[in-house]
Nanobody
């Protein structure tokens, strides 16, 4: 399994921006499905966005489309989630995840991802 280190969370006011980072430890990011999920207290884990590294295909949940951007930086071996125009309902613990193209079938299904980061907290105040 790939070890993932996710970071970049914090506290911002509504309308603000944050950039989350996800770096695999000891592995290159090429040819993985790298995704971001989030979980708010008392709620189920929710898919946010995914990128197929290498090809660069991106996928977004409807509730973040147009506000969030997932991207890859090979030089830094890092996947980013740029979050703009944040809303209080974006408040959650955000988790980076990695899945193999050989086994992943549904980008929004957490069960299809085999490696997870420890999470980084995002808090948006109104």
């Amino acid at each position: 399994q790939v070890q993932l280190v996710d970071s970049g969370g914090g506290s911002v006011q509504a309308g603000g921006s944050l950039r989350l980072s996800c770096e695999p430890s000891g592995y290159g990011i090429s040819n993985f499905y790298m995704g971001w999920f989030r979980q708010a207290p008392g709620k189920e884990r929710e898919w946010v966005a995914t990128i197929l590294t290498g090809a660069g295909y991106t996928y977004y949940a409807d509730q973040v489309k147009g506000r969030f951007t997932i991207s890859q930086d090979y030089a830094k071996n890092t996947v980013y989630l740029q979050m703009n125009n944040l809303k209080p309902e974006d408040t959650a613990m955000y988790y980076c995840a990695a899945g193999s193209p050989a086994s992943l079938r549904v980008v929004s299904d957490a069960n299809d991802y085999s490696s997870w980061g420890q999470g980084t907290q995002v808090t948006v105040s109104s």
